[in-house]
């Protein structure tokens, strides 16, 4: 097996890492091996699985299979030749004391089910925070270190069996088609950190019986994750019988869960089988519990504790196997400090909690969302797909959307209907939703900017601040360029310099001026213009190569003393990801080259 950077074996925890990206590649090796790690990449699948094969083989001739062996193995789901999924059913299969942790730029509730079938530790939605990364690669290598302890004590039994599957032809090429909003199977749409803590929870919870208990404002979607659990579940081909506690008048609950006997009551003429008794095998979901009476919740009580129930007016007990989901968007514990809610049925029903955000903590899934509901209402409405200005979108994404995801939808079938022509302007909007945006600002709508959205909170300055920035943070000069522009180019360049930005001197005081006082200084177009004139006239090529670093690097500095060296703020004012911030600064501003794997 060969080293990375020549480096020899040490004692130092080995993590392969693999992804056809080369910068998200660059990026982990540099922040893995900052963090005590031998790092192996590649850049896709089947070349990790060709060296593991070797690898496998070299540690059973020296009876020691963990020497060659990586610790854990970091890999991507979608790549040519052999995908992820398929890389993490192999380990499985042959290398099982590897833990494998899945990475995805496309992450939805199937990726993240698919990922916890095909064995993988765990899952890592992209973008994510490198710290997160190197938190969860630690956690795997304390459990490859539990395999390891495990495998020795029992090596003496080694299965010969992993090896002869290792030696098994690879997988064939496996492609996989982009996902799209409208094709997701279980209708969750969401991007947003917040809803990749809910789809790695799904991942996990499908395949286990255990009861759930899922909260959240009304509106969020409560019963699309009760029915994505069940769809993803071995009960799968069972019945989902779903009953909300809310709609139904107290006194027929019993009856309707557990069903009743002929002649129990007046008009019970037949005998009737209860929700609990159709849903046998399958999944019952309860919505609304903290609505259910008193009395019922001391009967569900005895079903969650022995599977067993009589119908109302029965001798007989009947047994079920049912997995129960609730849900509600009361606080349970408060009901029970009230003496609304049974504290012994919570304690049953809150096994697993699985809280769910609402559409105010995931603004910025709502383009994606509203996206997912216009096409499928011009689909219903056998009509073409309406387009949403960037400022109407705006507004739209700074609502407080009280009713969460059922308002939005219903905001968009009324835009479907109302808005005349194809593109929604501001003033298509219900008048409800302009309204609570001009009460946050008096600019009056048709006349103002759009505004990009932020999700993460960003340092607040106000016009007239001043902050200082090191020296260090603010090199005087742009990387040279590969194709440096002439002398004469440069200097027509420098001619404008009152127009230009100047490279920040030894320890810069920067004003933060108002809007009102920026507008004849900020014309740095000009003197790009005359630039480029200069080096197109001097038979100059690929001048876009050359200004685009000294472009990209003059934003980055701005930006990173705006937010005063803060990379995740610097970020989301540039658009970028993280790992983006990360490799542009140290490729621009340490000036490290591009590592090649």
């Known amino acids: 097996m060969t080293y990375p950077n020549n480096k020899t074996p040490t004692n130092e925890p080995t993590v392969w890492v693999i992804d056809d990206d080369q910068a998200l590649r660059m990026i982990l090796e540099d922040t893995l091996t900052d963090s005590g790690f031998q790092v192996q990449t590649f850049g896709n699948a089947q070349s990790a699985w060709r060296l593991l094969q070797d690898s496998g083989q070299d540690s059973q001739a020296k009876s020691d299979n963990s020497a060659s062996l990586p ?54 939605p992209k973008p994510f925070e490198l710290d997160d990364a190197i938190a969860m690669v630690k956690k795997a ?67 286990m019986p255990m009861t759930v208990l899922i909260t959240g404002e009304s509106g969020t979607g409560k ?116 003496g609304k809610f049974r504290e012994d049925l919570f304690y049953r029903l809150n096994v697993i909690r699985l809280a769910l955000p609402s559409l105010r903590e995931r603004r910025e899934d709502i383009p994606l969302l509203i996206d ?17 200005t960037p400022s109407a979108m705006h507004i739209l994404q700074s609502y407080p959307w009280q009713g969460n995801v059922r308002q939005l939808e219903n905001t968009c079938r009324w835009l479907s209907v109302m808005t005349t022509g194809q593109t929604i302007q501001p003033s298509d909007l219900p008048p409800e939703i302009l309204q609570a945006f001009e009460s946050q600002d008096s600019t009056p709508v048709t006349t103002r900017e759009p505004k990009i959205h932020k999700t993460h909170k960003t340092h607040n300055y106000q016009p ?15 990387p040279a360029a590969s194709n440096s522009p002439s002398p004469s180019a440069s200097s027509n360049l420098s001619a404008h310099s009152s127009e230009l930005p100047t490279p920040l001197p030894a320890t810069t005081v920067i004003p933060i001026l108002p809007a009102s006082q920026t507008g004849a200084t900020a014309d740095w177009i000009t003197p790009l213009q005359v630039w480029a004139q200069q080096a197109l006239a001097e038979g100059q090529y690929d001048i876009l190569q050359t200004a685009y670093p000294m472009f990209e690097k003059c934003l980055l500095e701005v930006a990173l003393a705006h937010t005063a060296q803060h990379k995740g703020q610097a970020a989301d004012l540039l658009g ?10 140290q490729q621009l501003i340490e000036g490290r080259p591009v590592k090649l794997s």
């Open 71 to 124: 610790s854990v193995i970091v890999t991507d789901i979608r790549m040519p030749m052999m995908n992820g999924l398929d890389f993490s059913s192999k380990i499985k299969q042959a290398f099982a004391q590897i833990p494998v942790i899945i990475m995805t730029a496309h992450a939805d509730v199937q990726s993240a089910v698919d990922s916890y079938q095909s064995g993988a530790f765990d899952y890592l």
């Open 223 to 338: 019963e699309l994750i009760a029915s994505a659990l069940h769809e993803h579940s071995p009960r799968k081909s069972k019945p989902f019988i779903a009953l909300n506690m809310a709609a139904i008048p107290h006194d027929l609950i019993e009856a309707e869960l557990f069903g009743h006997e002929k002649g129990a009551f007046t008009g019970a003429t037949t005998t009737r089988q209860g929700r609990f008794e159709q849903a046998h095998g399958g999944t019952l979901f309860l919505d609304e519990i903290g609505d259910m009476p008193l009395p019922t919740q001391t009967r569900l009580l005895r079903v969650l504790a022995n599977g067993e129930f009589y119908r109302v007016g029965g001798l007989k007990p009947i047994k079920v196997d049912v997995r129960i989901i609730a849900a509600t968007h009361q606080n349970l514990e408060t009901l029970v400090q009230q």
């Open 464 to 478: 007239d601040t001043q902050f200082e920035t090191p020296a260090s943070e603010h090199p005087s000069s742009l």
């Open 576 to 585: 970028w990801g993280r790992n983006t911030v990360t490799r542009k600064y």
């Open 141 to 207: 290598c304390l459990q490859s270190q539990s395999n390891q302890t495990q495998k020795r004590s029992k090596s003496e039994n080694y299965n010969d069996s992993l090896i002869r599957d290792a030696q098994q032809p690879p997988a064939q090429k496996v492609e996989v088609a982009p996902e799209k909003a409208t094709t997701n199977p279980s209708g969750i749409i969401g991007q947003s950190i917040a809803m990749q803590k809910v789809f790695r929870a799904i991942g996990r919870l499908s395949h």
């Open 372 to 388: 997912f509901f216009m096409q499928n209402i011009a689909k219903s409405m056998h009509t073409s797909t309406k387009t949403i």
